[in-house]
C-alpha cells in the first residue's frame, strides 16, 4: 500500500517542515517506502478539500491524517511488525516531555532568529502568506523590525540547549546509543533552521553540531540528500 507525506518544499526541493522530517524519520525507523510529495504554504489549503491547515498530511488507503505524532502513533498501531517508534508506553510519555520542552524553548526561540530567513527562502508566491500570517503572530510587527537584533539571540538559544549537550556527553542520541523518537524531533528542528539559514546557529566545537551531522547521515543519508546552508560556523 502507497504511503504519501506531503512534506513542505522550498525552491531547490529543500525540505524544511520539522514535524515533516520527524516522520519521514519515523518512517525510515519503520523501514516503510514512502512518497514525499513536495508542496508550498499556500498548497495546504488546497488539500482534502481545505480539511488541514499544516503538515505532515499523511495518506495510505482509505487513511488520510495530519499531526505529527498522531501519525506515529497511527504508524506503530499499524506496522506492528516493523519496529516500534515508542517501545513502551513510558518511553512514549517521556519523549512527550522532551516534545513540550524542546517546542517551548528551542523552537520558539529558533523561530525568532531565522522567521525572516524563512520568507526569503520561500516560493514567490508564497511570501505574502508567509508575511501576513507571521506579522499577525507578532503583534504587527515586521519581520524585519523583529529579527533586527537576532545575532544577540545566539547565545540564549545556544544556552537553552544545555540540557541535550549534557546527554550527548554521555551517548551518541537523545535515545542511547540509537536515536529514537526525541531525536526525531530534536534533528527536525535543526534541519528546519538548516534548510533557510544565514546566520549558523551553532560554533563548530559544539557536540550539538557533531550530533546533527550524525543525524544527517541516518538511514542511508535520508536528511543530508537535502540541499541546506552551513549550521556552524
Known amino acids: 500500500m502507497t504511503i504519501r507525506l506531503y512534506d513542505l518544499t522550498l525552491p531547490g526541493d529543500r525540505r524544511m517542515s520539522p514535524f515533516c522530517w520527524r516522520i519521514k524519520f519515523a518512517l525510515a525507523h519503520k523501514g516503510l517506502d514512502f512518497d514525499a510529495v513536495p508542496v508550498g504554504f499556500t498548497d495546504i489549503p488546497k488539500l482534502h478539500d481545505g480539511e488541514f491547515k499544516t503538515v505532515p498530511i499523511l495518506e495510505t488507503g482509505d487513511i488520510v491524517m495530519n499531526e505529527s505524532w498522531a501519525i ?3 504508524l506503530d498501531r499499524t506496522y506492528t511488525d516493523r519496529p516500534a517508534i515508542f517501545s513502551s508506553a513510558a518511553e512514549r510519555a517521556t519523549i512527550r516531555f522532551f516534545d513540550a520542552w ?5 523552537m520558539n526561540r529558533l523561530f525568532m532568529i531565522y522567521v525572516r530567513d524563512i520568507h526569503d527562502a ?41 540540557p541535550l ?13 540509537t536515536p529514537n523518537y526525541a531525536d526525531f524531533i530534536a534533528l527536525g528542528g535543526f534541519l528546519w533552521v538548516r534548510a533557510v539559514a544565514t546566520l549558523p546557529l551553532f560554533e563548530k566545537d559544539d557536540p550539538i553540531y557533531a550530533y546533527v551531522e550524525r543525524g544527517l547521515d541516518l538511514f542511508d543519508g535520508l536528511a543530508r540528500r537535502n540541499p541546506g546552508n552551513a549550521l556552524a560556523a
Open 72 to 74: 506515529a502513533e497511527y
Open 102 to 106: 524542546y517546542g517551548l524553548e528551542i
Open 122 to 162: 520561500a516560493r514567490e508566491e508564497d511570501k505574502a502568506y508567509f508575511r501576513a500570517s507571521r506579522e499577525k503572530r507578532l503583534g504587527g510587527q515586521t519581520l524585519e523590525s523583529f529579527t533586527a537584533e537576532r545575532t544577540s539571540k545566539l547565545p540564549e538559544v545556544r544556552h537553552a540547549l544545555r
Open 165 to 177: 549537550r549534557a546527554t550527548l556527553a554521555n551517548q551518541p542520541f537523545v535515545g542511547g546509543e
